[in-house]
């Protein structure tokens, strides 16, 4: 499963769990326009950190945080990539 997979996956399984309607999962979709909230949001890091073995956030400016779903997929292909340097 891609890395890009494994995003989507996760966002829907946590949405599933915290019964949090979604609409179609792209990468275009705005975050902050679903019910995919701050809560969601933390399990997803824990989710991905615990799968990947990497924590973005940590290395990142604020204006960086992601706003789209293809964002945050493109956040943990760039600290893959750190990782594997």
């Given at each position: 499963?891609?890395?890009?997979?494994?995003?989507?996956?996760?966002?829907?399984?946590?949405?599933?769990?915290?019964?949090?309607?979604?609409?179609?999962?792209?990468?275009?979709?705005?975050?902050?326009?679903?019910?995919?909230d701050s809560l969601c949001?933390?399990?997803?890091?824990?989710?991905?950190?615990?799968?990947?073995?990497?924590?973005?956030?940590?290395?990142?400016?604020?204006?960086?945080?992601?706003?789209?779903?293809?964002?945050?997929?493109?956040?943990?292909?760039?600290?893959?990539?750190?990782?594997?340097?």
């Open positions: 499963m891609s890395l890009r997979e494994t995003v989507f996956a996760e966002i829907a399984a946590i949405a599933a769990e915290q019964e949090k309607a979604m609409p179609p999962i792209t990468d275009d979709l705005v975050m902050l326009d679903t019910e995919f949001f933390a399990l997803l890091v824990a989710r991905m950190e615990d799968l990947t073995g990497a924590d973005p956030f940590g290395e990142m400016d604020a204006s960086d945080l992601p706003v789209t779903v293809g964002d945050l997929v493109a956040l943990y292909n760039r600290a893959a990539a750190r990782q594997a340097a």
